[in-house]
């Protein structure tokens, strides 16, 4: 069977000169279908540019990227979008102040030209947990996990197959971080949908993710998986820095067996 997403020697740089960046430098990861993977490592290693990159949002130096069994075109084209949507760390900044949660939603349905919007939308708000009251709030009318739940709604309502999420939980409390992830594991399971999860936190990775690639610098310093991580199991010693660095990393990984 083919991965969902395959990146092969991916580069990406940034500025030239005394300048320059190889924010991403000869990274590879296999995605299979229905996985939910991880990419974890401190601020500045490159998780979100990986993504990025996969959506055609930072220019690939080199390396080849696959979804669903073919090259991604460039520039990314609509059938690319409807089958992988991205969902961003700040729920403030990703959805527009102005705009209903209606206008929100309506949008990409409008942009891929389907009907059946009513249908489509009261679907997506009631797959995140929001009832129809919450469709013509504007976003300073929710709470942050409120907020995201639309971002998670904005871009599950074109039905894709790859959900890529950058830090989905990072601006949110604890208790909030917990109930978006929880919702995110049931809409896996629920749509079949593979994931790659970026975090600075290991704690949240492990919670929803089987196996993940630890990163630092742009490469890949460790791919392992959830279960070697909780037995304290790393190969490499800047994973044991990190999961010393992840405050509760042992005990929140503990009570989500
Ligand atoms: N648009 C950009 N222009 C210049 N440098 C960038 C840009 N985006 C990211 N970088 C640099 O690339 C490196 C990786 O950044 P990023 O992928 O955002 O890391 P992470 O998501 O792991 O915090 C950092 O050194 C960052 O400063
Ligand atoms: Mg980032």
New binding site residues.
């Given amino acids: 069977m083919t991965a969902m997403i395959e990146i092969e020697k991916l580069t990406v740089v ?2 030239s000169g005394s300048l320059r ?1 190889a ?2 430098d000869d990274f590879t990861m296999r995605v299979d279908r229905g996985e939910s993977f991880g990419l974890v ?10 993504l ?1 990159a996969v959506c055609g949002l ?1 220019p690939a130096a080199g390396g080849s990227i696959a979804v669903d069994g073919k090259p991604v075109p460039t520039p990314r084209d609509r059938a690319f979008y409807s089958t992988v949507q991205m969902v961003f760390q700040d729920p403030y900044g990703s959805l527009h102040p102005r705009q209903t949660v209606d206008q929100i939603l309506s949008e990409p349905l409008s942009i891929h030209r389907l009907g059946d919007q009513d249908r489509r939308i009261a679907a997506a708000l009631g797959d995140v947990g929001l009832g129809p009251s919450f469709r013509f709030r504007y976003p300073h009318q929710l709470s942050g996990g409120q907020r995201q739940r639309v971002a998670i709604a904005r871009a599950l309502i074109l039905e894709p197959k790859v959900l890529l999420l ?1 830090e989905p939980t990072s601006a949110l409390d604890a208790s909030v971080q917990a109930e978006i992830l929880n919702l995110l594991e049931r809409l896996r399971a629920e749509h079949g949908l593979t994931y790659v999860l ?1 975090s ?1 936190d290991l704690a949240v990775v492990t919670h929803l993710c089987g196996r993940l690639i630890v ?1 630092r610098n ?1 490469k890949a310093v460790e791919e392992t998986d959830a279960p070697r991580l909780r037995a304290g199991e790393t190969a490499s010693p800047y994973t044991r820095e990190l999961m010393q660095a992840t405050r509760g990393f042992t005990r929140a990984s503990q009570t989500t067996e």
């Avoid at 490592?41 to 990986?50: A, L, W």
């Fill in positions: 940034f500025g960046v924010a991403v490592g401190e601020s500045g290693s490159g998780k979100s540019t990986v990025r930072a950058d970026v600075h990163m742009g």
